[in-house]
Antibody, heavy 121, light 107 residues
Framework: EVQLLESGGGLVQPGGSLRLSCAAS????????MSWVRQAPGKGLEWVSV????????YYADSVKGRFTISRDNSKNTLYLQMNSLRAEDTAIYYC??????????????WGQGSLVTVSS | EIVLTQSPATLSLSPGERATLSCRAS??????LAWYQQQPGQAPRLLIY???NRATGIPARFSGSGSGTDFTLTISSLEPEDFAVYYC?????????FGQGTKVEIK
């Protein structure tokens, strides 16, 4: 059974930093791209970032480019999101998702339960 | 980026009825469209990928159709657990984008 468990969320002041982690199990982690998708309170879904299976390729939404860094440790089956220069508009539940690429780009077949990040003074 | 517009925003139906949800793309996404279900307080769940393929473990009452710019998710007979919010997502172009959601509520 695929399981994705996020951790690291919490309350942070504007301009601060936070690192999210996502522990994966139930599949061969190193064989799949992984992504972060967020959802502001009461709002829809917004893709944030994706990393290839090896971590050698990464992509970001324009809204987080230059502030967020996605990475992975395949030896630990763990995905990370380093978030710097946080803004109030980054407040959201952050979901870790297993990403499927067959051609063109990605869809997301398994999701974690999410980690809430609140940016407020 | 490609904008996905879902309609209606809310669909009020009774258990056993047929639900038809629409997703329209601002430009062609070929068949690279997925549908997700989100229950309150839960993570999204993949239902349909590449317009018409059911994901693992998804009941046959869920079906998807369409290509290009117009797509439909059909739930043939609503079960109590189907009342939720549904999102479409395109993977034709970067960035992948989601529609704003359709809420299926109990009438």
């Amino acid at each position: 059974e695929v399981q994705l468990l996020e951790s690291g969320g919490g309350l942070v002041q504007p301009g601060g930093s936070l690192r999210l982690s996502c522990a994966a199990s139930g599949f061969t982690f190193s064989s799949y791209a992984m992504s972060w998708v967020r959802q502001a309170p009461g709002k829809g879904l917004e893709w944030v970032s994706v990393t290839s299976d090896s971590g050698g390729s990464t992509y970001y939404a324009d809204s987080v480019k230059g502030r967020f860094t996605i990475s992975r440790d395949n030896s630990k089956n763990t995905l990370y999101l380093q978030m710097n220069s946080l803004r109030a508009e980054d407040t959201a539940i952050y979901y870790c998702a297993k990403a499927i690429y067959t051609s063109s780009w990605y869809h997301f077949d398994y999701w974690g339960q999410g980690s809430l990040v609140t940016v407020s003074s | 980026e490609i904008v996905l517009t879902q309609s209606p925003a809310t669909l009020s139906l009774s258990p056993g009825e047929r639900a038809t949800l629409s997703c329209r793309a601002s430009q062609s996404v070929s068949s690279y469209l997925a549908w997700y279900q989100q229950q309150p307080g839960q993570a999204p769940r993949l239902l349909i990928y590449d317009a018409s393929n059911r994901a693992t473990g998804i009941p046959a009452r869920f079906s998807g159709s369409g290509s290009g710019t117009d797509f439909t998710l059909t739930i043939s007979s609503l079960e109590p657990e189907d009342f939720a919010v549904y999102y479409c997502q395109q993977r034709s172009n970067r960035p992948p984008t989601f529609g704003q959601g359709t809420k299926v509520e109990i009438k």
